[in-house]
């Protein structure tokens, strides 16, 4: 029997595709947070992710596999939830049984799924061109003035503030959720509550922060 097999399998799936969708967001937002205090420390970073070989023909195609792996899931889990209150809730109130960000995870998983299309739009397409289709010459310098130029759009970096509102909600209910999902239900219940709370909020603050600092930078 494979683990996504029962009910219980693929929350528990759903939940280790997510922790580890949670150790890549703190990775990248550590790389992107250097590109406000030192330009040439965010280019070699990247020049050195972008060229890797490691990086670009493994952990690059796992990451992708989690994303596409984790979202189907998700909606597996929602669809299955959706006909359980059908069936066995005609009574059941949302409002009155759960938390608004609990009973919307779908629709904050879509939202953040729409901003993934649109970060591969501005990022990893045109990385993809310049390398593979171009050809074009390494250059180690081009990152951080690839990344600020996207920041110019002040639409660009409402999509992009309103996206991580709705990953900071996303995280609110899924990471603490997460480990409850895995069992550990123990006397670090209560710091790991927090912590997933602290993080949830802090990290998605951070990208803003750092979208709206390159913004306001570039005038």
């Known amino acids: ?35 406000v ?13 972008g060229n890797n070989p490691l990086v670009q023909m493994i952990l690059q195609p796992i990451l992708i596999l989690g994303v596409l792996f ?16 059908v069936v066995k809730y005609k009574s059941y109130k949302g409002s009155a049984n759960a938390p608004w960000v609990s009973r919307n995870m779908i629709l904050s998983g879509i939202v953040i799924l729409s901003f993934l299309g649109l970060h591969l739009y501005d990022f ?5 061109n310049y390398k593979y289709i171009e050809s074009l010459p390494l250059d180690p310098d081009r990152y951080f003035g ?5 920041f110019e759009s002040q639409v660009r970096v ?15 209910h899924g990471f603490a959720s997460s480990f409850q999902t895995m069992g550990l239900n123990n006397k670090y219940s209560k ?18 922060a750092i979208a709206l600092f390159h913004h306001i930078t570039t005038f």
Not at 11 to 28: E, I, N, P, R
Not at 164 to 169: C, S
Not at 194 to 208: H, K, M, R
């Open 1 to 35: 029997m494979t683990l996504t097999a029962s009910s219980i399998g693929r929350k528990l799936a759903m939940a280790l595709s997510g922790l580890f969708l949670v150790v890549f967001l703190t990775q990248h937002f550590f790389i992107n947070l250097t590109s």
């Open 37 to 49: 205090f030192s330009e040439s420390l965010f280019n070699e970073i990247s020049h050195f992710m």
């Open 70 to 85: 984790h979202f189907t899931m998700g909606f597996v889990l929602e669809l299955q939830n959706a006909k359980s209150r």
């Open 124 to 128: 990893w397409f045109p990385e993809m």
């Open 146 to 150: 690839e990344l600020v130029h996207k």
């Open 158 to 172: 409402i999509l992009y503030v309103l996206s991580f509102v709705f990953l900071a909600l996303h995280l609110y």
């Open 191 to 208: 710091a790991i509550k927090s912590f997933t709370v602290a993080f949830s909020f802090l990290i998605p603050a951070g990208f803003i």
